[in-house]
Nanobody
Framework: QVQLVESGGGLVQAGGSLRLSCAASGSIFSINTMGWYRQAAGKQRELVARIFSGGLTYYTDSVKGRFTISRDNAKNTGYLQMNSLKPEDTAVYYC???????????????WGQGTQVTVSS
């Protein structure tokens, strides 16, 4: 089975930076897409950024120019570099990874446990 472990969240002042990490482990054949979602209090979960296996990336408009998603395939780890943070970025951030397992050889979605990002003004 596959497990995702997130790290890197915390409290930061507006204008500061954080880097989130999402490490996948287990019986992995390959990783397709890796993405980050966030859910602020009282709001729906939204897609923040996604990176595909070939390196193509997607960002929601509100984070373009400030956030950068990347991946290290050798380490089965994804990252979200967050710069110029704003109070409206405050949310729980969830890693989401589509993984093809060694045994089943079909894609499944896996979710991290979530990490809190709080940006103060």
């Amino acid at each position: 089975q596959v497990q995702l472990v997130e790290s890197g969240g915390g409290l930061v002042q507006a204008g500061g930076s954080l880097r989130l990490s999402c490490a996948a482990s287990g019986s992995i054949f390959s990783i397709n897409t890796m993405g980050w979602y966030r859910q602020a209090a009282g709001k729906q979960r939204e897609l923040v950024a996604r990176i595909f296996s070939g390196g193509l990336t997607y960002y929601t408009d509100s984070v373009k120019g400030r956030f950068t998603i990347s991946r290290d395939n050798a380490k089965n780890t994804g990252y979200l570099q967050m710069n110029s943070l704003k109070p409206e970025d405050t949310a729980v951030y969830y890693c989401n990874v589509e993984i093809i397992g060694l045994r089943a050889r079909v894609p499944y979605d896996y979710w991290g446990q979530g990490t809190q990002v709080t940006v103060s003004s």
